[in-house]
């Protein structure tokens, strides 16, 4: 894994999708510096101690979350009204970054799960 390839993936996409995703990163990596940067599943994804704790990717129509756990978004509930969820992803607007306050709790709650 490495940053590159999500240099690459953002290069691939279209404004205003990639400033979106790329503030999105650069929130993630506020929240875990120490994180290795790549690609699972074809999408950006960033790991700590070998595990994915959080990820991200564009689609036609809206950008995704992705924190790999189907626990993370059902822990946060009330916290994420007014964003469509589905069991593994958290939907936002393509021209709308989610808030750093958010994708903190978003990572936070991986990273518990993770140290159960």
Known sequence: MSAAEIDAYLA????PKRSTLGAVRR???AVVPEAEEGISYGMPAFRVGGKVVAGFAAFKNHLAYLPHSGNVLDDLGDELAGYVCTPGSLHFAIDTP???ALVRRLVEAKLAIIRR
């Open 98 to 100: 989610l808030p750093d």
């Open 27 to 29: 929130s993630i990596r």
């Open 12 to 15: 691939e996409i279209a404004e």
